[in-house]
């Protein structure tokens, strides 16, 4: 038996948590059907190092938004995600995927 898979896109966004809603608002927009928020425990960035424990309110605080999606949404969702990430601290990496199930992406 040959397991067939398709091409998709994973796109991750660390943004910071003031910002979640323009990013899910995109998402949305451009039907992404779904996506996993996971809170950023700790990192290192540009500024130094960082602990979630050390920061108060929303502000600061750090989120990871990932998604997969078809190919064909790649650019116009990178294009709308970028004018948020330009204005708060974050970053957005992109990579080629290979899902079981197309049908949910």
């Known amino acids: 038996m040959t397991l067939k898979t398709h091409k998709k896109k994973r796109i991750e966004i660390m943004i910071e948590a003031a ?3 323009r990013i899910v608002e995109v998402l949305d927009r451009f039907g992404v059907t779904g996506y996993t928020v996971l809170p950023a425990l700790a990192g290192r960035g540009m500024s130094g190092d960082w602990q979630r424990d050390d920061v108060f ?3 600061a605080r750090i ?3 990932v998604c ?3 190919p064909s949404k790649e650019e116009s969702v990178l294009l709308a995600i970028r004018e948020i990430v330009e204005r708060y601290i974050g970053i957005v ?3 080629d995927v290979e899902v079981l199930r197309s049908e949910h992406f």
């Open 19 to 21: 910002a979640l809603h």
């Open 63 to 65: 989120v990871s938004v």
């Open 93 to 95: 990496s992109v990579c």
């Open 57 to 59: 309110g929303d502000t």
């Open 68 to 70: 997969i999606t078809d």
